[in-house]
């Protein structure tokens, strides 16, 4: 049986090691439900894979569990769509207020050249 000649240093044993760490997933936002999942999978919330059902995540629940589950969809689905008419109704803003701002530049630009004439 081989033994080892001389003992293997800390930094050397550490540097060895060095490619066994955990390493960050990458998590997406389902299409779905907007919850987070593992890209090219099923979502394990309600079992969607680019927005065609794959797998009947109700099948296994009882009736109080199904209509809980249901409901929390429902409300994350609600919530989701909250959020983007609030982006784009900020979004709205934004433009309006640049427009805004530009056109204020315009007149203090022609004002500034009429000065200067």
Partial sequence: MGLPVKRHTSSKRKRRRSHLGLQE???VKCSHCG?????????????YYKNIQ????????DKKEKKKKEKELTMKGK???K??????INEKEIEKSVKEITKEKKKTNDLLKNKKK
Avoid at 36 to 41: K, N, Y
Avoid at 54 to 61: E, H, I, R, S, T
Avoid at 83 to 88: I, S, Y
């Fill in 79 to 81: 919530e989701v769509v």
């Fill in 83 to 88: 959020k983007e008419k609030e982006l784009a």
């Fill in 25 to 27: 997933c990458n998590l």
């Fill in 54 to 61: 794959v797998v009947d995540v109700f099948a296994k629940l």
């Fill in 35 to 47: 919850n987070q999942a593992l890209s090219h999978r099923v979502c394990g919330e309600c079992g």
